[in-house]
């Protein structure tokens, strides 16, 4: 078993729709989480990145961690066209906030 | 601020022979970690480096071996190149090792024939 789980989608939604992006970990060590979004042929840019259970808003995006079930979120509303790209969880493991351990990532894509 | 650089962009040996790929990060991050990208592995931890000594490793054989000098450039190295080493190399710069923010560079396309 991974230590971190994503389901790689792909996953297909029209604009304006809310899309929901889950991962799963199994070590409860990670006490802090990330989502990046990777566009084609471009590196990771960092998305959010929350430390505690509950949820986090910035703008369209919401990052919601329930640590009691070891499951993240990422929630994005009135999907655009501009969305449509890999979106990746990340946890630095114990070898510290520069060590992470990514998702497979799910890759959206958002139809006009 | 100029973000993170890597080069080449695009990369293409033949199995046995070595490759070197660099990254400059961001002016003032001294911390520099690099990853490998695969359809199949997806992204995985290779290295990290600080103050020019590598700080932590992940499960990579040998054959992968980095350095970063003085000025927190980064450069890694890959020996005797396997069909299977054919990814996306992914750099990624911070501030310093607690920072909770890494930014990434565009990576290196290496194909391995």
């Known amino acids: 078993q991974k230590e971190v789980e994503q389901d790689p989608g792909p996953l297909s939604v029209p604009e304006g729709a809310i899309v929901s992006l889950n991962c799963t970990y199994s070590?409860?060590?990670?006490?802090?989480f990330m989502w990046y979004r990777q566009y084609s042929r471009k590196g990771p840019e960092l998305l959010m990145y929350?430390?505690?259970?509950g949820n986090k808003e910035d703008g369209r995006f919401t990052a919601q961690v329930d640590k009691s079930s070891k499951y993240i979120s990422l929630f994005i509303r009135d999907s655009q066209p501009s969305d449509s790209a890999t979106y990746l969880c990340?946890?630095?493991?114990?070898?510290?906030?520069?060590?992470?351990?990514f998702g497979a990532g799910t890759r959206l894509a958002v139809h006009p | 601020k100029a973000g993170v650089t890597q080069t080449p962009r695009y990369l293409i040996k033949t199995r046995g022979q070595q490759v070197t790929l660099s990254c400059s990060p961001i002016?003032?991050?001294?911390?520099v970690s690099w990853y490998q990208q695969t359809p199949g592995q997806g992204l995985q931890f290779l290295f990290e480096?600080?103050?020019?000594?590598?700080?932590n490793k992940g499960n990579f054989p040998g054959r992968f071996s980095g350095r970063q000098f003085s000025n927190s450039r980064s450069e890694m190295n890959v020996s005797t190149l396997e069909l299977g080493d054919s990814a996306l190399y992914l750099c990624?710069?911070?501030?310093?090792?607690?920072?909770?923010?890494?930014?990434f560079g565009p990576g290196t396309r290496l194909t391995v024939l």
């Open positions: 990624a710069s911070s501030p310093r090792r607690d920072s909770d923010t890494q930014y």
């Open positions: 070590n409860s060590a990670f006490q802090y």
């Open positions: 929350t430390y505690s259970s």
């Open positions: 990340a946890m630095p493991t114990q070898g510290g906030y520069n060590k992470l351990i």
């Open positions: 002016s003032g991050h001294r911390s």
């Open positions: 480096y600080f103050s020019e000594t590598q700080r």
